[in-house]
């Protein structure tokens, strides 16, 4: 295999168990995911990670046995789907439309809405929540008609990847709301005892991360309280959970078949392999769960072990590929 004139030829097995990986991502998401542990151990198991020159024609680039990327934009939605049709022999990971689907906060928790799990050691649900489209004047007139409870969350509708896609809004009077900056989707805050479960998925791998999240209000600071405050991207900036002395009634992690059903009814509906799902408990339940954001290609390098979990991915994928090629 080739490796854009790094890697000479060779002969024999050695040939068949390289594997190549194109990339396209942000400078940000390159430094964090691409660490020198990583590709180091990578390379130990014949995985070799090649940038993906986005001045050149991809079609020119390569071979690939997988391509991973995250960016945005129409132009290079049209550069993969085009290279998916003339290399279907190339894993891509993911689809662009299905990558897309996430870049809404409306659609991307209306596949959690429709899901049944309330067989499956518990309940999984969204928080009850309202799109803004344009004339933020209207809004609290729409908080009433709705008969929304506040305290609410407000999230930018688009999520594109930049800083303002994940700022986030909190608001104690529906009057507030009028400040905000629409398209926009309103959330009912739901009290989690501060803390929100990062659910990791790799594939048909599920790594769940806690992390502090915004504290519980009760009825008597929200009467004290109006105003809208503006906080920090939780999940993303919050210190891990994890070795925290913590309250197990609100530390214990989901249980394991509700997420890998969760997980597989995602994978499904989603047609993605690598995203994470933001989940709170509601506080004082033991199996209420609410999914409050899903991200796609999310922060591994916070991930425990990702190194690990991501080569047997991109390993899995290629002998997936192998198998369809020879029909078994």
Known sequence: ????????????????????????????????????KFISLARNKGIFFVAIDLNKSLLEQGPFDVVLHKLSGKEWCDI??????????VAIVDPPDAIQHLHNRQSMLRDVADLNLSDCHGKVGV???????KNPST???????????????????????????HELFLAYDEFSL???????VLQEFVNHGGLVFKIYIVGETIKVVRRF???????????????????????????????????????????????????RELRRRLGLRLFNIDMIREHGTKD??????I???PGYGKMPDYEHVFIDFLLSLVQSKCKKKHGT
Do not use: W
């Open 178 to 184: 009028s400040e905000l900056e629409p398209p926009l």
């Open 1 to 36: 295999m080739r490796l854009n004139g790094e890697i000479s030829h060779v002969e024999g097995d050695e040939e068949e168990e390289k594997v190549v990986v194109g990339y396209a991502l942000t400078s940000k998401k390159k430094k964090s995911f691409l660490q020198p």
């Open 80 to 89: 993969i789907e085009d290279y998916m049709q003339k290399h279907p022999e």
């Open 213 to 263: 999240s915004l504290p519980n209000i009760s009825k008597h600071e929200l009467s004290k309280v109006d105003g809208l405050f503006r906080f920090p991207r939780v999940s993303c900036a919050a210190a891990s959970a994890d070795d925290a002395d913590l309250d197990p009634n609100i530390a214990e992690h989901p249980p394991r078949p509700l997420l890998e059903r969760l997980a």
């Open 139 to 165: 809004i609290p007139y729409e908080v009433t008609k709705a008969g929304m409870k506040l305290p609410l969350v407000a999230k930018p509708l688009i999520v594109d990847g930049s800083a303002k896609s």
């Open 127 to 133: 928080p009850r929540q309202l799109v803004i489209a």
């Open 295 to 297: 991200n796609y290609f």
């Open 288 to 293: 209420v769960f609410y999914v409050i954001d």
